[in-house]
Structures are given as structure tokens and as C-alpha cells.
């Protein structure tokens, strides 16, 4: 008879893996089950051949002293993956024949080059900047948002700063009204560099990203914060974490997909029907539940109508997420690389769209010694895909790829014979790998209706189940997934009379 287990997380992403190390660490039986061969999720890594790619997610934050990945990992105590600083973060080449735009990390290196490429700006950059620090300061002290019950009120309140309450009158603005504000509501050629920016974090243009979440997105490359490159792949963050949770006792249950959620008629808890390895189906019980799937998918995962408020259904059942992906693998001789090719670089287009690349750096483990692996990555709708017959997707994937592969060329001013692989991966091919509806990536979009206070939250309407992940608050990238999962298990925790406490 399979043992009552405290909790099981479902999905060994980043959000997953995080929430079930620490609840592991605090001394419960935990469960991870993972639907994929590998864990990791969107940060997770794939092999062709002699090279590795990452998946989603290319670069990391929150690794400095401080960071919420830091922080983690010294409450976890486990070394931080090994990583460089990527200094400029990203080099932005808005295609209009100006220099492209270095994100520097020295923060005065930062002032002189927005300067001189965004002339009379600067009162937007303060802004964002003052409206940052209040931010770090309330997520520093992990607030609960939003809040549903008079603990998560406590929390909150007890993190509020008078520069917070300050901020309020700003959490229904967007960004491109911090633009007006400050003067610079005309100035197209920042909007456009924001709008590359803000797709990258928000998946929203500065018209809908919310102005309390962009002031601070727009601030990640710069110092005390900063952007990293993982040594190895992306991997190597799940890997760690699999390392605690191993280590605390926990388990993870690969190829193991879950199926169906039940409320235990009989006693608290949950019964959760497991698709296995060899068509098997097995049901595991736990007393408590943290999903960090997309939310989308808890409908379907709880089809009986009596468990679910019929509100919370009709909610969850109406989020649409904004984006999908087209994403270019390749490959190639590191010598037909440009000299001082960034690590990251996005570079502005119309078709197939804004391409965001990532060139691994020599010695890093994803390619052999002399080559380079290519990751180019274009938003896209996730409509449209998973209704072609297999003649026309693989006649419109082929298309999208060539397309690519000729802006790249472009871009880096390379030969067409230069590659030494392609591939490319679109919304079809996620919604099959990572079981993600319609291969959407991100969660909802950061606009200012989603995003903190008005967003969907970890704690759901159904005892003994939450949420965590990239449509929780505070949003995306494996640092805000994380968070997440560290507010989700700390609010589960706290019902159980306990309380987790990370060093500031």
C-alpha cells in the first residue's frame, strides 16, 4: 500500500523542484512527480549529438549575494551553480542603422550609455529606479500577494515600507505611462527599446506591462542585481535542487504524468491518479497538494465539478496566456562568429519577428572546443498550430526556420553554409514536450490587471491545494518562479503551525 505522503508537487520545473526542496528540507515527505524523462521544465536542457541546448530559459538571475536564488540556496544549504556574470547583460540592436544598445551591470556605465542613445530620458530611468528600490525592499521581506486570508494580510502588511504606500498610486499604471510622466511619452525610439525588453520578461509591450513590474524588470542587468550564465546548461540549476531534495529525503517520480485529482471522501487529502512508465496508472495520496503547472490545466485535472467552485473554474478556464514560441537551435564554427559577439543579444524585426539570441561561450559545455550553440527565439501566437495536417506544419515549420536562419545570418553576418545543425521547435512541438496547452510559454503576461495584488494566487479556494509558477505572483524567469514556490510553501507551512525563514 503506497504510504500517505505530506505533499506531492506536480511538475519538476524550476517552480516545482524549489517548493518541493524546501518542504522536503523542512522535514516532510514529499513526492515530485514529473511528466518528462528529465526535470527542469523550461529551463531544462536537450542533446543533439556533440552539442546542448537549453530548452527555454538561457540566463539567471537572482545568483548575487541577496538574490532570491542566493537566498535559497543558502537556506538549502547547497553551493549555487557555477556561473559568469554576463556583463553587458544584453546588447539590443533596434535594426534602425544607430549602435546597438549595451545593457552595461556597472550602474554609472548604464547612465552614460542610455544617455547618449535616449537623450533627455533620464527623469524615466530615476523613476524606474526609485520605484525599483521600494520593490526589492517589499520582496526582500516576502510579502504574500495577493492577498486571500488574514495571515497573507499580516505578512504583507508587516513588509510595507512608507516608499511602498508611496508607490500605490502607481500599480494601475503601465509602463509607457511612467513614460508620460516623466516626458518622454513621444520618445518612439526608447518605446521601442523597451517594448524588446519588456516582451522578454512581461511578454507585454510597455503599453501593457504593469509599471511596478517593469520599473524593475528594466533594472535586472544592472548592479546589486544581475544576469548569469549557467557553466554547463541550465541543467545544472535542476540539478541542484534535485541534489536537496534527494538528500532531505524527498522523492521524484520521472515519467510520471498526473492524470486526475480527487478529494479523499473518506479522510483529508488527495488521491492523485498517476500515469506511469509502461501504460501503468497508479494512485498516490498525499494530504496537501502543489501544482506548478500552468493553471489552465487544474480544470481538466479535477473534472468532478462538486471539488471546484464553479467560479474558480470559470476563471481558470477563461486565462489565456499571450505567447507562444518559435525557437531556432543551431550550431557552428565559433570563427564565423562576429569578434565581441554578445552572449545575448536581441535584435528587432518584423519578420519572422524580434529575434532574442543566445551564443554559448567557449568552454562552457555546450559545444565542442572551436564551436558555438545558437539559440534564436521569436514570440508568436500559440493559435493555429495543432489543427494543420503534418504535410503543412512541416511545410510552415520549414518556412519559419529558413526565415530565421536568414535573419541570423544577418545579424552576425555569417555565410549560409556556416551551420553545422539547425532545428526548430514550435508551440506544437512544446505543447507535446512539455505538456504546456497549446505550447504557450510564460504565464499570463504581466499587465497591470495580473500583476501583484490583482493576480492569481498561490493559495486556491480548494483546502489543501496550491499553486505555484510563472503565472503566480511575482511572475517569470526561474527567479520569480522560485519565489513563487518559497511563498506557496511558506503559506502551506503556516497552516501547519510552522513558519520558513530565509536570511535577508
Known amino acids: ?79 549555487p551553480p557555477d556561473a559568469a556574470r554576463l556583463d553587458p547583460g544584453c546588447v539590443v540592436d533596434l535594426n534602425d542603422g544607430s549602435p546597438p544598445v ?3 551591470h556597472d550602474p554609472e556605465r548604464w547612465r552614460q550609455e542610455r544617455n547618449q542613445q535616449f537623450p533627455g530620458s533620464e527623469r524615466f530611468w530615476q523613476l524606474c529606479s526609485w520605484i525599483h528600490r521600494q520593490n526589492w525592499k517589499f520582496a526582500s521581506a516576502d510579502p504574500v500577494l495577493p492577498v486571500r486570508t488574514g495571515w497573507d494580510l499580516g505578512r504583507t ?17 503601465t509602463v509607457a505611462d511612467l513614460m508620460t510622466l516623466s516626458g518622454c511619452g513621444g520618445n518612439e525610439r ?16 510597455s503599453e501593457r506591462t504593469a509599471a511596478l513590474y517593469g520599473a524593475t524588470v528594466l533594472q ?62 497508479q494512485r498516490l495520496k498525499a494530504s496537501e497538494i502543489i501544482c506548478s503547472l500552468p ?13 471546484m467552485p464553479d467560479e474558480y473554474r470559470n476563471h481558470l478556464e477563461t486565462l489565456k496566456a499571450p505567447s507562444g514560441a518559435l525557437v531556432f537551435y543551431g550550431a557552428l564554427a565559433r570563427h564565423h562568429l562576429p569578434d565581441e559577439c554578445p552572449g545575448h543579444l536581441q535584435r528587432d524585426g518584423n519578420s519572422p519577428g524580434s529575434l532574442f539570441l543566445s ?39 520549414q518556412e519559419l526556420q529558413d526565415s530565421i536562419r536568414r535573419e541570423l ?49 498561490s493559495r486556491t479556494p480548494i483546502p489543501q491545494l496550491w499553486l505555484c509558477g510563472d503565472s503566480i505572483h511575482p511572475g517569470e524567469g526561474t527567479a520569480g518562479v522560485s519565489l513563487s514556490a518559497l511563498m506557496a510553501c511558506r503559506q502551506l507551512m503556516a497552516a501547519r503551525g510552522r513558519s520558513i525563514s530565509l536570511a535577508a
Not at 222 to 240: K, N, V
Not at 266 to 274: A, E, I, L
Not at 361 to 390: K, M, N, Y
Open 157 to 173: 502588511l508587516s513588509a510595507l515600507t512608507p516608499g511602498n504606500l508611496a508607490c500605490a498610486p502607481l500599480s494601475l499604471l
Open 295 to 307: 493553471p489552465q490545466c487544474l480544470p481538466g485535472l479535477i473534472p468532478d465539478r462538486r471539488q
Open 1 to 79: 500500500m503506497e504510504s500517505v505522503q505530506d505533499v506531492i508537487v506536480i511538475g519538476g520545473g524550476i517552480a516545482g523542484l524549489t517548493a518541493a526542496a524546501l518542504l522536503a528540507h523542512e522535514g516532510l515527505s514529499v513526492t515530485l512527480l514529473e511528466a518528462h524523462h528529465q526535470l527542469g521544465g523550461c529551463a531544462g536542457t536537450f542533446r543533439r549529438g556533440p552539442y546542448t541546448f537549453d530548452v527555454g530559459a538561457t540566463q539567471v538571475a537572482g545568483l548575487e549575494p541577496g538574490g532570491s536564488h542566493a537566498r535559497l540556496f543558502q537556506h538549502l544549504n547547497i553551493s
Open 190 to 205: 526608447l518605446r521601442r527599446f523597451l517594448d524588446l525588453q519588456l516582451r522578454l520578461y512581461s511578454q507585454q509591450p
Open 220 to 281: 535586472m542587468c544592472q548592479a546589486p542585481l544581475g544576469l548569469w550564465h549557467l557553466q554547463g546548461s541550465m541543467q545544472s540549476l535542476s540539478d541542484h535542487l534535485a541534489f536537496a531534495l534527494a538528500r532531505d529525503g524527498g522523492r521524484v517520480l520521472l515519467r510520471h504524468r498526473a492524470l486526475k485529482l480527487e478529494r479523499d471522501s473518506d479522510q483529508p487529502g488527495w488521491s492523485v491518479t498517476v500515469d506511469a512508465p509502461a501504460k501503468t496508472q
Open 102 to 104: 549595451h545593457l552595461w
Open 409 to 457: 545570418n544577418t545579424a552576425l553576418n555569417l555565410p549560409d553554409d556556416a551551420w553545422l545543425h539547425q532545428e526548430l521547435a514550435t508551440p506544437r512541438g512544446f505543447a507535446y514536450w512539455t505538456g504546456r496547452p497549446k505550447g504557450v510559454v510564460g504565464g499570463l503576461g504581466q499587465s497591470p490587471a495580473r500583476f501583484g495584488p490583482f493576480g492569481l494566487a
Open 359 to 397: 551564443v554559448s561561450h567557449d568552454g562552457d559545455g555546450r559545444a565542442p572546443e572551436g564551436q558555438a550553440t545558437v539559440i534564436a527565439s521569436v514570440f508568436t501566437s500559440p493559435e493555429g498550430w495543432h489543427d494543420l495536417d503534418e504535410t503543412d506544419y512541416q511545410q510552415r515549420k
